[in-house]
């Protein structure tokens, strides 16, 4: 059992990652092809996604003996140029302790280049961020995507139903099987631990390879970091259709077009003729954002002004990894 102690500071501190983390996510998709777990399921996606890594990205095996990954991986940039650079700043202590650690447990020595990267070479750094950039390429490019909408999707779900419901059940309407316990949150783990958060508050990741329980990185004076399953539960293909637009799914069709023509203020007037449906229907729509605090409502004589909140501008948005 995991459990997480928090402050109120902390409460007003859950926050959700705008954009997928391409190296977590990564990460998360070497844990599930390298794990025991769904066997018949995912079988042959593992062995399809081993067979494809190039030749450049095999060394990143060795970054990971007996199911051990060293802690400086798990970086949370949503950008890949600027995560490889996080890692790379990492201080060479912390990486040796960290290959120490893993292979402390491995039942063989560690190749040259995990030696030379104890080391700090710079050759050997040239190599691991090859192996890294090509894994990407090869096993997460083709669906990054979908992997896109389906993370504003997640947002979306978990901005909604913050709004109406509070922080605290909308954490475990994202984590399945979890409570409360006044300021705790307790989560099933294979693993007891105890957390107690002093106000930095906690960042939501959402990852769609892994499918067992929550992971967290907690790192003083970060937020909490933690990543949990929120995908449809089977692997990711290339081929499978992306939807037109995330927010569907979750606000319907037309809400979802009244906020996206909310880029500048409308009166319901000006919607409906867009929209070309009645002034009613309009505002049983806008009602209905409002409510979730996605845009607000000023009137001015017989005109009502509609304008969407930052909220609501944050949810219309998507990024692309570079």
Partial sequence: MLRIHFTAADFARVRFAPRPAPLIELNTAFMKATSSDDPLLYARWRQRLLRSLPPTARPLRALVPAGKAPAFLDTYNDSLTEALESIRATHPTAIRSELQRVYASASHPPPPWIRALHQNDPDSWHLFNQAQQAAFETVLRPIW???????????????????????AQALTHLVPNTHFCGTTWEIPTPTTRDISLTGQGVLLHPTFHWTSHPLVANHPDHPLHLTYPAGPGIPLSPTEATPADPLNATLGPTRTRILRLLTTPHT??????????????????????????LLTTTRAGRSVTHERTPLGTLLTHRGTPT
């Fill in 145 to 167: 995507p979908q992997i896109q909408d389906l993370h504003q999707a997640e947002f979306t779900r978990h901005a909604l139903t913050t709004a109406e419901h509070g922080t």
């Fill in 268 to 293: 319901t007037t000006t919607l409906a003729r867009h929209l070309n449906v009645s002034a009613a229907s309009v505002s049983v729509h806008t009602a209905a954002l409002r409510a979730a605090g």
